[in-house]
């Protein structure tokens, strides 16, 4: 089935440890790729997108992900996280090939930091 | 200055009851949703509206029935609630159906 696949469910780091969360998935053809966060009791906010062009984008908070098409993955990335990183992380793909309209959502990877 | 709003916030109430959740974005955008987020995290969207109509009925029961009465405005009306409908339901919008979208703050859903 495609789907969208992550590998972590829950990661736990003390502050200034570096992070990278695994994103798979399994549609073909084009994908715009997405990592949203959601901070405890808030909603979704967009981390970073890729649609085109340089397969490593940067988004807010010093967060970046890359795509490789080859490996159909999409991680996220960020050399020192900070005790107000602790978020659900989500990755999301738009698939092309299904006319647009529906995001489809990882699990979600809990990250805890320590301070 | 919101730009995803959702009322309301919370809504507790009885199965068997009839409830709405209304929601409104001012991005000027023309594509609006509806995801459901249940307790483990997992989100699923129910509905996509592009323009006002209807693109994307995700396989939910006919007992949940949107409408858009503008491009502005996506409402969620849910008959004879269940256990099961209890969940965190978002609603969202994008320009266009392959943007990044740009959630409310979320309506909590417990039925009792």
């Known amino acids: 089935a495609q789907s969208v696949s992550q590998h972590n469910h829950h990661v736990i780091l003390s502050e200034a440890a570096s992070l990278e969360l695994g994103c798979n998935y399994s549609?073909?053809?084009?994908?715009?790729l997405f990592w949203y966060v959601q901070y405890p009791g808030q909603h979704l906010q967009l981390l970073l997108k890729?649609?085109?062009?340089?397969?490593l984008v940067k988004g807010i908070k010093g967060f970046e992900a890359e795509f490789i098409k080859s490996k159909f993955s999409f991680n996220l990335r960020k050399p020192s996280v900070q005790w107000s990183d602790t978020a659900e992380y989500f990755c999301?793909?738009?698939?092309?090939?299904?006319?647009?309209?529906?995001?489809?959502f990882g699990a979600g990877t809990r990250l805890f930091v320590k301070a | 200055d919101t730009a995803v709003s959702q009322t309301p916030k919370y809504l507790v109430t009885q199965m068997g009851n009839d409830k709405s959740i209304k929601c409104e974005q001012n991005?000027?955008?023309?594509?609006m949703y509806w995801y459901k987020q249940d307790s483990k995290k997992f989100l699923k969207i129910m509905f996509s509206?592009?323009?006002?109509?209807?693109?994307i009925n995700e396989t939910v029961p006919n007992r949940f029935s949107p409408k858009s009465p503008d491009k502005a405005h996506l409402n969620l009306h849910i008959n004879s609630l269940e256990l099961g409908d209890s969940a965190v339901y978002f609603c969202?919008?994008?320009?266009?159906?392959?943007?990044?979208?740009?959630f409310g703050q979320g309506t909590r859903l417990t039925v009792v």
């Open positions: 969202a919008s994008s320009q266009g159906g392959v943007g990044e979208a740009f």
């Open positions: 549609y073909g053809g084009t994908v715009n």
């Open positions: 890729y649609f085109s062009g340089d397969p």
């Open positions: 999301a793909v738009i698939p092309f090939n299904t006319g647009g309209f529906k995001t489809i």
């Open positions: 991005l000027g955008h023309d594509t």
């Open positions: 509206y592009n323009n006002k109509e209807l693109i």
